[in-house]
């Protein structure tokens, strides 16, 4: 693990080289963007990320159908190796993460819009703070 990027974007060494990963099916609030775009829970969800993946943490980077997205980002499930913690999973479950279902990457995707549904049934993170009306559960993005 290389460093978090965003909510949902991270860093990681594979061997030699250093890439961009986009962990599949779920969507993080924005903490940057054109014009300084900051979304409600941003910065909450780019904290719950780092926590659960400090800078040295041993990651395993699962691969769905569809490898790489149009910005080139390593498309993957993410994995704690020490205990094989789910990260994308967990950003779900916890409400920092609004589920994004993308075909053919579908591997996880029942399980993460359950995750994130239970969650928004809780009024957990984003959900409790943000209201849900731009980020409806199973939607595109």
Request: hydrophobic fraction near 40%; charged fraction near 30%.
């Amino acid at each position: 693990m290389v460093r978090v990027v965003d909510g949902d974007t991270v860093r990681v060494k594979l061997g030699d080289t250093e890439e961009a990963v986009r962990l599949i099916g779920i969507d993080t609030p924005e903490t940057h963007g054109r014009g300084g775009l900051r979304e409600c829970f941003g910065q909450e969800a780019t904290r719950r990320t780092e926590a659960l993946l400090p800078k040295g943490t041993r990651v395993r980077v699962v691969r769905d159908v569809e490898a790489r997205d149009r910005y080139r980002r390593l498309l993957a499930y993410v994995y704690r190796e020490d205990d094989g913690m789910f990260v994308n999973l967990v950003l779900a479950r916890e409400g920092y993460a609004a589920p994004l279902t993308i075909p053919p990457n579908v591997a996880h995707a029942e399980e993460i819009v359950a995750a994130a549904a239970g969650a928004r049934e809780q009024s957990l993170g984003l959900w409790g703070r943000c209201g849900d009306a731009d980020r409806p559960i199973g939607s595109q993005r």
